[in-house]
């Protein structure tokens, strides 16, 4: 994996213009908050000048996001934005899901703060490497890849709502051609699957969690009113939100020998961050952190 980014960084090869066999994937884990452990890692990619050296991006929910400040040529903006707390508190608020409101305003950050920055969606549209953010669909409850869904700016918007829709927290869940999308955690919180079954042959990938920071099954309330949510909303999901922990297993499983893989993640000990968390010191030291692992792998 390192010898071919390396080797296509002194080249300076371009997406479809390459000399070599592979197909190199990047793949960023999502996870809410936790995603500032993910951002420090994609900065590091990208300050030493290997962006290029992909032919794909995949994001899931979070890792969508930083997946487009990577593409757009400003991933420093989404590192930013973890430390500030006008940002997290706008975008996460508890206290809102008492008035019904969205818990996570996914469409505040998107149509709102990343109008303000401004994010260069225009870039990320006519990337030449392949932007795959995910999506859980509502009626199969199967991953959706929203490649195809972007064409300009509007749907571009559209679909990083999808990717990052988390059931009842994030209000109404985004639509897509009729069919209800949520968040692409349910069914890939991982985004390796979907780049492996599309022809990757290298994936790295950024992980969001420290192998000892291992996720537990939900609360029994958690479970009951998800699963009531979704019953109504989008039964196709039912399973995906119940195999979620077998998932988990399996995918720590495959991404520890599968071959063609090499995982970044935060070192054994680094602090919890919850996916709800607005502590704006933690996600700043989260995305040191993050920094600081990319660069043991990368530069090693």
Same mark, same amino acid.
């Not at 929910?61 to 487009?68: I, K």
């Not at 069914?187 to 992980?207: C, F």
């Given at each position: 994996m390192l010898e071919i980014l390396r080797s296509r960084l002194a080249s300076g090869s371009k997406p479809g213009e390459r000399?070599?066999?592979? &197909?190199?994937?990047?793949?960023?884990? +999502?996870?809410?908050s936790r995603g500032a452990y993910s951002n420090g890692m994609a900065a590091v990619v990208d300050e030493l000048g290997l962006t290029p050296c992909f032919d794909a991006v995949y994001g899931s929910?979070?890792?969508?996001?930083?997946? *487009?400040w990577l593409l757009g040529g400003q991933v420093h903006w989404g590192e930013i934005g973890w430390g500030d707390p006008r940002v997290m508190r706008g975008v996460t608020n508890p206290w809102r899901g008492l008035m019904l409101g969205p818990v996570v305003d996914t469409a505040h950050l998107v149509h709102t703060v990343y109008e303000a920055v401004p994010m260069n969606f225009d870039a990320i549209v006519a990337s030449p490497i392949e932007?795959?953010?995910?999506?859980?669909?509502?009626?199969?409850?199967?991953?959706?890849?929203? $490649? %195809?869904?972007?064409?300009? %700016?509007?749907?571009?918007?559209?679909?990083?709502?999808?990717?990052?829709?988390?059931?009842?927290?994030?209000?109404?869940?985004? &639509?897509?051609?009729?069919?209800?999308?949520?968040?692409?955690?349910?069914?890939?919180?991982?985004? $390796?699957?979907?780049?492996? !079954?599309?022809? *990757?042959?290298?994936?790295?990938?950024?992980?969001? &969690?420290? !192998?000892?920071?291992?996720? +537990?099954?939900?609360?029994p309330m958690e479970n009951r009113v998800v699963l009531r949510y979704l019953n109504r909303v989008a039964p196709g999901a039912v399973p995906a939100w119940l195999g979620?922990?077998?998932?988990?297993?399996?995918?720590? %499983?495959v991404l520890a020998e599968h071959p063609g893989v090499l995982q970044i993640r935060p070192a054994d000990g680094t602090p919890h961050v919850s996916r709800l968390s607005r502590n704006t010191r933690l996600l700043a030291r989260a995305v040191g952190l993050g920094r600081h692992a990319a660069r043991l792998v990368l530069q090693s």
């Open positions: 000399d070599d066999d592979a &197909r190199v994937a990047l793949a960023i884990e +999502g996870g809410g929910s979070a890792g969508s996001l930083t997946g *487009a932007f795959h953010p995910l999506a859980t669909a509502g009626d199969t409850g199967e991953v959706f890849d929203l $490649y %195809k869904s972007i064409v300009d %700016k509007p749907s571009l918007q559209r679909s990083l709502r999808a990717s990052t829709g988390l059931p009842l927290l994030s209000g109404r869940p985004v &639509r897509l051609d009729g069919r209800i999308m949520l968040d692409a955690g349910l069914i890939e919180q991982i985004p $390796y699957r979907s780049a492996l !079954a599309q022809g *990757a042959t290298h994936v790295l990938v950024l992980r969001t &969690r420290a !192998a000892d920071d291992q996720p +537990g099954p939900p609360s979620r922990l077998d998932r988990h297993r399996e995918d720590e %499983k």
